[in-house]
């Protein structure tokens, strides 16, 4: 005879000793989200500032190779573009810009506000990480009425779930 899945589920609950009510204690649930390409669509702004920024500086980009970079960190978008030694001046050339350049080109992508509402409604956190810095992060949510419990940025790759 094969149990059925009720069957299955009872024989696991009751599995556990009665006096275990500490593994469900209530540690919160937090879920985490990307920002760019998760939550948002922020391509436009990025490459409206990155080239903003190139073309104070005599350079000119197109857009897909600025979109070949999204989603890195700064110092590696600019290194292919100038000298090692005008880098971080670009980086925070852009960090500048981006508030005014940047944020006003990103969009909302469908079911970000649907996602945290699922979060919300098991009563959980919500928190959002980025390559970008945590003040960026912040006027991203703010433009497109996101708001997260958690933002953590500067953090690229694997670093991310560190903050997860």
Do not use: N
């Not at 190139?54 to 970079?69: F, I, K, N, S, Y």
């Not at 810095?133 to 997260?148: I, S």
């Amino acid at each position: 005879m094969v149990a059925s899945s009720t069957d299955r589920t009872q024989a696991v609950i009751g599995a556990y000793p009665s006096g275990v009510s500490h593994l469900t204690s209530p540690v919160p649930l937090t879920v985490g989200f990307d920002l760019d390409m998760t939550l948002v669509d922020s391509r436009a702004g990025i490459v409206a500032t990155i080239q903003a920024v190139m073309g104070e500086l005599g350079v000119t980009v197109t857009d897909q190779q600025v979109w070949q970079g999204i989603g890195t960190p700064l110092e590696q978008m600019f290194a292919p573009f100038l000298p090692a030694d005008l880098v971080p001046a670009a980086v925070d050339r852009y960090r500048e810009l981006y508030p005014t350049t940047g944020v006003p080109g990103v969009t909302l992508l469908p079911g970000a506000v649907e996602a945290f509402a699922a979060v919300r409604r098991l009563h959980g956190r919500v928190a959002v990480v980025s390559t970008k810095v945590e003040a960026a992060v912040r006027l991203v949510l703010d433009e497109v009425g996101l708001t997260a419990d958690v933002v953590s940025g500067g953090l690229f790759a694997g670093d991310k779930a560190l903050a997860l």
